[in-house]
């Protein structure tokens, strides 16, 4: 059974969805056969992959309304073992489609259910909100990793997320857990990014990946041509730091090696 990752920080600019392309690029790369959900309206995952996300028949919005089953919508072979349940704009009506539905928060789990033997790592790339939409992705997840931006107010709002996490877990999901906070936008410069580091590990006792991702040019760029990382600058210092996260992601999860 493939292991299901949401991937979620409710505070926009953290380097989420930037996490969510690569991590998933990064463990293609590893052979490990990855699929990338889009439950971000913005649609940055799909389209980081060179994908028309304004063109595309079948999302996430159509599944999760019953429009489509969950085989309909993955566009498969986006990258060498790497698959993708695409998103746009539509998917930001979803709250209000979803009021009075029954079950209303294991839609998304029910689908994922179909599929789950099919991949090594699912991983879902949730908006920057506690919506609905997060909480489907983290009924349907095993663990929610954290990626959390190397600055001052890194731990505002993460008290919020863990609230959320362990709400969840009590009442809709009893095996979710967090599967560790990742720091991005890593400034090497500066003696604050450190900082930032040791605070937030003195303040969580979650698991803390030893992988930094760092403020690099070649990350901020690789979407505009709608490719991964480790496609657009292979050599870059994000590249692989990207692939030392996939490695040490498989290596946290050995039994699925």
């Known amino acids: 059974m493939g292991k299901i990752i949401s991937i979620a920080n409710q505070k926009g600019g953290v380097g989420k969805t930037t996490t969510a392309i690569n991590l998933a690029a990064a463990l293609a790369l590893q052979n490990k056969t990855v699929l990338l959900i889009d439950c971000d309206p913005q649609g940055n995952a799909t389209s980081g ?37 695409p998103s746009n704009m539509n998917l930001a009506g ?15 789990k029910d689908e994922i259910d179909w599929i789950v033997n099919d ?60 599967e560790g906070v990742v720091f991005t936008m890593f400034d090497t410069r500066t003696n604050l990014s ?5 605070n ?3 303040n969580l006792s979650q698991y803390v990946f030893e992988t930094v991702i760092p403020r690099n040019i070649r990350l901020a760029e690789a979407p505009s041509y709608g490719e991964p990382i480790s496609e657009y600058d292979p050599k870059s210092i994000g590249s692989r730091s990207y692939i030392n996260l996939a490695k040490e992601l498989i290596n946290k999860n050995k039994d699925l090696s």
Request: proline share 3%; net charge negative.
């Open 94 to 108: 979803a709250d209000i489609e979803l009021i009075g539905k029954e079950r209303k928060e294991f839609i998304l």
């Open 194 to 198: 450190q900082q930032v580091v040791n």
């Open 49 to 85: 992959f060179g994908i028309d996300k304004n063109n595309i028949e079948n999302t996430v919005y159509e599944l999760i309304l019953s429009e489509c089953s969950v085989k309909d919508c993955i566009i498969k072979d986006v990258r060498k073992n790497l698959s993708l349940i």
């Open 119 to 178: 991949y090594d790592y699912i991983l879902i790339d949730c908006p920057p909100s506690l919506n609905s939409l997060t909480v489907n992705a983290m009924v349907a997840s095993s663990t929610v990793l954290v990626p959390i931006q190397c600055e001052y107010y890194a731990l505002e709002g993460i008290s919020q997320l863990i609230y959320t996490i362990n709400l969840v877990r009590e009442r809709l999901n009893p095996v979710l857990n967090i």
């Open 200 to 202: 937030v590990k003195e």
